[in-house]
């Protein structure tokens, strides 16, 4: 098992909250002393579990909804293109208006 300030794994993590399931508190902080974690963080990788494993169904997306996604998403790429576009013509054809002004007031400085 991993000790303090090694990353645990998620099948480390689930196999803890297996072991220490059946356990009273008194054992459960023992083992969690043993194992250099927090009981806080024994239950929080309990409840992580719980919840993943409650409503899986609910967790996917269906198919209709990721096309979908995968749509709004090509538009909103091409919605952004355009604007890309847009503002090098904008910031393009600042530039040429000042160079363009440039040249116009060239001899009235001297």
Same mark, same amino acid.
Request: charged fraction near 30%; glycine fraction near 2%; hydrophobic fraction near 40%.
């Given at each position: 098992?991993?000790?303090?300030?090694?990353?645990?794994?998620?099948?480390?993590?689930?196999?803890?909250?297996?072991?220490?399931?059946?356990?009273?508190?008194?054992?459960?902080?023992?083992?969690?002393?043993?194992?250099?974690?927090?009981?806080?963080?024994?239950?929080?990788?309990?409840?992580?579990?719980?919840?993943a494993l409650a409503e899986p169904? #609910?967790?996917?997306?269906?198919?209709?909804?990721?096309?979908?996604?995968?749509?709004?998403?090509? #538009?909103?790429?091409?919605?952004?293109?355009?604007?890309?576009?847009?503002?090098?013509?904008?910031?393009?054809?600042?530039?040429?208006?000042?160079?363009?002004?440039?040249?116009?007031?060239?001899?009235? #400085?001297?």
């Amino acid at each position: 098992m991993p000790a303090r300030g090694r990353a645990w794994t998620a099948p480390a993590k689930l196999q803890a909250v297996i072991t220490t399931a059946a356990l009273s508190e008194i054992d459960k902080n023992a083992w969690c002393r043993e194992h250099g974690i927090y009981p806080a963080e024994l239950e929080q990788w309990c409840t992580s579990a719980t919840t993943a494993l409650a409503e899986p169904q #609910d967790a996917r997306a269906s198919p209709k909804v990721t096309s979908k996604d995968r749509k709004r998403i090509k #538009d909103l790429e091409r919605e952004l293109l355009r604007k890309d576009r847009a503002l090098a013509e904008t910031a393009a054809l600042l530039v040429l208006s000042k160079k363009v002004a440039a040249i116009y007031h060239w001899g009235e #400085d001297a």
